[in-house]
């Protein structure tokens, strides 16, 4: 199957894929409305944000396999603004604990990040999709050249690995399902990239294994 939509078309998709993408920060902002700003709202707002991030993150990565088995190559075009949309609710979510749960303080952030070692994967996966954010336009492209371009943001496996370890770390109980499931979704993900990448290399064994081609000439009567 291949279908390629309109320039209008894809445009509208585009669209209704932003104010998707908008639906959780839309309910964050009601919930500020509404609240009292207290420790639960800090949490709520901590876990909703951490949720999307890493929802919209696992649905990134699955427009390859996506586009792959539908051959709808336009499926491209919505990896940008969703990428954009992972690291804004991942910098809600880091600056909800660095700003609303510890007001900016140093000493208490280093605090709890040694009582609670789970917070680390969290910031080391914040830290890794920053320069992905910086580097997602067309000057970023043509500044690193298309192969190093490719090559950072190979980092946003890495990045999801760390965010499904912080998810799974933070859970207790039944909560734990959610962040399981998150968490095998991104294993079959990766199990199709490392497929595709065999699939694609150059099999080496077939080329030394293959024998050389002997040219006879004939001889005069």
């Excluded at 190979?154 to 999801?160: D, L, N, T, W």
């Excluded at 998150?182 to 993900?189: F, K, M, N």
Aim: hydrophobic share 50%; proline share 5%.
């Amino acid at each position: 199957m291949n279908s390629q939509p309109s320039i209008s078309q894809l445009r509208r998709i585009q669209l209704a894929l932003a104010l998707l993408m908008l639906l959780p920060f839309g309910r964050l902002a009601v919930l500020a409305l509404n609240a009292d700003w207290g420790a639960s709202f800090i949490d709520e707002v901590q876990r909703w944000t951490g949720t999307s991030t890493l929802i919209i993150l696992l649905l990134t990565l699955g427009i390859s396999p996506l586009r792959a088995t539908t051959q709808w190559h336009w499926l491209t075009r919505l990896r940008r603004p969703m990428d954009l949309f992972t690291f804004f609710y991942a910098s809600l979510h880091f600056f909800s604990f660095i700003g609303l749960d510890h007001r900016f303080e140093i000493n208490a952030i280093a605090t709890d990040m040694f009582k609670r070692p789970d917070v680390i994967p969290g910031f080391a996966a914040f830290a890794i999709l920053l320069p992905l954010a910086l580097t997602s336009n067309q000057f970023a492209v043509r500044r690193l050249g298309g192969r190093r371009w490719q090559e950072l943001h190979r980092g946003i496996y890495p990045a999801a690995i760390l965010g499904c370890l912080h998810y799974v770390w933070l859970a207790e109980g039944a909560a734990l399902l959610w962040p399981l499931a998150a968490s095998l979704i991104l294993a079959h993900l990766l199990a199709w990239r490392i497929k595709e990448r065999q699939r694609k290399a150059i099999p080496v064994t077939q080329a030394t294994s293959a024998k050389p081609l002997r040219y006879f000439k004939q001889k005069p009567d």
